[in-house]
């Protein structure tokens, strides 16, 4: 059996879907999802499914909820009755836990990915840039996109797509030192376009394009950010991304990419293969995701 949420909820096995039809029992079954393994307790599941207006009935209710859930559970072949399913879904005290495997759920497999693709930033960018490309390549557009979602979905989700798009800052800046700026192109203009406050994609959005010898429309880049930084939040770009700015103006070469030797880009001795060390270090790394990213651009 499978779970999705990493887009429209699913819930399927040999291909066949088994996912519930009625909303409140999708919001109840992507909560747990999101918390599999864990605990969810009745208060939590009341305020997700009612937020400051639960009926007198709202536990009764809820308890009909969970035994619908395992009638969904008891469809699927391997599960088959509904003693089975309330192995899957048990009743724990003070609340709900969805025993799911690892292999399971699609926000497993992605974080599994995560992690792999962080740990190899440090010492490979290809193996870096494959799992989190593999990472990202899970969303089916957004998360829970199909699902009504109350106070404590919306706090998830938030985090889910804050997640998401730090990924893709880190999988972006492995390509960057890979020398791939001219795909990203196109990538990071949709970016920068959707997130117009994102000081980390414009920042690699401006050494891509300057890179691919655009640097007029680079220091645009810079001149919509500032405008829409000053604008929305009284803000000015931060000094890391002026110091950006002033790199492309001087034509710093330690903006450049190291030229490649094959298929394989130029390291020092003794580096890994796929990792990059440039002699004038990178320009622009990533930080948080949230708020105004940290962008570590050194001069």
């Avoid at 709202?58 to 391997?78: C, D, K, M, N, W």
């Amino acid at each position: 059996m499978e779970f999705s949420v990493l887009g429209p909820l699913r819930m399927y096995e040999g291909g066949k879907s088994y996912t519930p039809t009625a909303p409140k029992q999708r919001q109840l079954l992507t909560l747990l999802l999101l918390n599999a393994n864990q605990v969810v307790s009745t208060d939590t599941c009341i305020e997700e499914l009612w937020e400051n207006s639960p009926p007198n009935s709202a536990l009764s209710t809820l308890q009909s909820y969970i035994l619908q859930l395992r009638r969904s559970l008891r469809r699927v072949p391997r599960i088959g009755s509904l003693q089975a399913a309330r192995l899957i879904l048990e009743t724990r005290d003070g609340g709900y836990l969805l025993a799911v495997r690892s292999d399971e759920l699609d926000t497993n497999r992605f974080w599994s990915l995560v992690r792999e693709g962080r740990s190899a930033l440090h010492h490979d960018d290809v193996r870096a840039s494959a799992c989190l490309s593999e990472a990202l390549r899970l969303w089916q557009g957004s998360a829970l996109s199909d699902v009504q979602r109350g106070p404590v979905l919306r706090a998830l989700l938030v985090g889910l797509e804050e997640e998401r798009t730090s990924v893709q800052e880190q999988r972006i800046a492995a390509d960057l030192r890979l020398g791939r700026h001219q795909e990203l192109l196109g990538e990071l203009s949709r970016l920068t376009a959707k997130y117009p406050m994102h000081e980390g994609l414009h920042a690699q959005f401006m050494l891509a394009l300057h890179r691919t010898g655009r640097r007029t429309q680079a220091l645009e880049v810079l001149r919509r950010l500032g405008t829409v930084l000053r604008d929305e939040l009284g803000l000015d770009p931060s000094p890391r991304v002026r110091r950006l700015h002033q790199a492309i103006l001087a034509g710093d070469p330690a903006l450049d990419v190291p030229a490649r030797t094959d298929s394989v880009l130029t390291a020092e001795p003794g580096a890994p293969i796929g990792r990059r060390l440039p002699a004038g270090g990178d320009l622009v790394a990533v930080g948080a995701a949230a708020g105004r990213p940290e962008q570590l651009v050194r001069r």
